[in-house]
């Protein structure tokens, strides 16, 4: 079976990137740390927030995915050398030219087989437009793997992000490529800044919480986790169906 990148994008600052990735990372370390390795791949050069959390507790990379292709190539040669590994990208707020420029290249090399991996893009969103258009842009490049877009309620409920879901069924390339649309629970704001800002992991944190904080913080990991589940059911049954039903 093939293992699997997972890329977190959104295309700019602002929609909880980092966040998102922090919590993907520890989600898959307690699901798969005993049977792969996990690695993440940091391209933030100027604020590697999550790659600062894991350094020395699992593998980390940094690599600049802007349009010189050092950073690509040093990120596509570790994947093609490794196995049992789950890759997370964290994506910098400024990935978009970088994406057209390498995108289509990246795609291909995933499409031949050559480097067997499949894609899952997590693409977390506020209730501005361009989230959506960004995506769209994004989608134009890289034409591989399942995607995700998250609603990020730290923004609103899911039904106040109107523009998305009055933008999505006007657009091809987003009804062809969706594969489900999911909502990223709030966490309120004290132990966001305990958490985010700490600069620790979710075990770190709930460990430094008073009782009624840390059982706040838990539940809200639960419900995180409970969203990633949704994404493995869905990637594993969409395998399912592009292998044939193997």
């Known amino acids: 079976m093939k293992d699997t990148i997972y890329y977190v994008g959104g295309g700019k600052g602002g929609v909880g990137k980092s966040m998102i990735s922090l919590t993907l990372v520890q989600y898959l370390i307690d699901k798969y740390g005993e049977t792969k390795t996990l690695h993440l791949i940091e391209t933030d050069e100027s604020n590697p927030d999550v790659g600062r959390v894991y350094w020395g507790k699992m593998p980390v990379t940094n690599a600049i995915l802007d349009e010189d292709e050092k950073g690509w190539i040093l990120m596509s040669s570790l994947i093609e050398q490794s196995r049992d590994t ?3 990208i964290n994506s910098a707020a400024r990935s978009n030219m970088g ?7 990246f795609t291909a090399v995933l499409e031949s087989g050559k480097v067997p991996y499949n894609l899952v893009t997590l693409w977390p ?3 501005q437009k361009d989230s959506v258009n960004l995506l769209e842009d994004f989608l134009g490049y890289v034409t591989f793997g ?4 998250i609603r990020n309620c730290y923004f609103g409920e899911p039904e106040d992000f109107t523009l998305y879901a009055k933008y999505l069924p006007e657009s091809r390339i987003l009804k062809s490529r969706i594969s489900d649309t999911l909502d990223f629970p709030a966490l309120a704001d004290i132990i966001a800044d305990d958490f985010y800002t700490g600069g620790k992991t979710i075990p770190e944190t709930a460990g430094e919480l008073g009782a009624f904080a840390g059982q706040s913080f838990m539940s809200w990991r639960n419900r995180v986790y409970e969203m990633f589940e949704r994404i493995a059911e869905s990637d594993a049954d969409s395998r399912v169906e592009r292998d044939g039903g193997e």
Request: charged residues 25%; proline residues 6%; hydrophobic residues 35%.
């Open 125 to 127: 969103m506020n209730r």
């Open 99 to 105: 994406i057209r420029k390498h995108g289509r290249n």
């Open 146 to 149: 399942s995607v995700y877009p």
């Open 86 to 88: 789950l890759f997370v």
